[in-house]
């Protein structure tokens, strides 16, 4: 993992000062690796708040992002069921660690819908 968590804040930082940025979930380490969900300790959480799904598309498949992507299966196991999910949030909302466990249950009890969505079926924000 040291190969993983060596690039943590190189990334973090690409994510602070990429356009459409809004918030990252961290603790004080300045990342998120270290926060304990449940009892799973091979859980590594990620969560961030972005401007737009253009956004953080462009950040996580156009930047030094995508390697970690393109590698993540030398550090992680391949999921069995959906690992991740989007959604919209309010724009002065910060989201909570178990909120977004919620979206993930959901996700994966009910697929993509407008509640918590994948970037390849998403869902356009709610009226405001």
Same mark, same amino acid.
């Given at each position: *993992?040291?190969?993983?968590?060596?690039?943590?804040? $190189?990334?973090?930082?690409?994510?602070?000062n990429s356009p459409g940025f809004?918030?990252?979930?961290?603790?004080?380490?300045?990342?998120?690796?270290?926060?304990?969900?449940?009892?799973?300790?091979?859980?590594?959480?990620?969560?961030?708040?972005?401007?737009?799904?253009?956004?953080?598309?462009?950040?996580?498949?156009?930047?030094?992002?995508?390697?970690? *992507?393109?590698?993540?299966?030398? #550090?992680?196991?391949?999921?069995?069921?959906?690992?991740?999910?989007? #959604? #919209?949030?309010?724009?002065?909302?910060?989201?909570?660690?178990?909120?977004?466990?919620?979206?993930? $249950?959901?996700?994966?009890?009910?697929?993509?819908?407008?509640? $918590?969505?994948?970037?390849?079926?998403?869902?356009?924000p709610p009226n405001r």
């Amino acid at each position: *993992m040291a190969a993983f968590t060596g690039q943590l804040d $190189a990334i973090n930082a690409l994510a602070d000062n990429s356009p459409g940025f809004v918030w990252r979930l961290q603790s004080e380490s300045g990342n998120a690796a270290d926060i304990q969900v449940g009892d799973n300790d091979k859980l590594i959480v990620n969560m961030s708040v972005w401007e737009s799904l253009a956004s953080l598309n462009a950040y996580v498949y156009k930047t030094g992002h995508r390697d970690v *992507m393109v590698n993540r299966r030398q #550090w992680f196991e391949r999921p069995e069921k959906p690992f991740q999910t989007l #959604w #919209w949030v309010n724009p002065k909302h910060t989201p909570t660690l178990e909120e977004g466990m919620a979206r993930l $249950a959901l996700i994966r009890a009910k697929g993509p819908t407008p509640e $918590a969505f994948t970037f390849k079926a998403n869902f356009p924000p709610p009226n405001r």
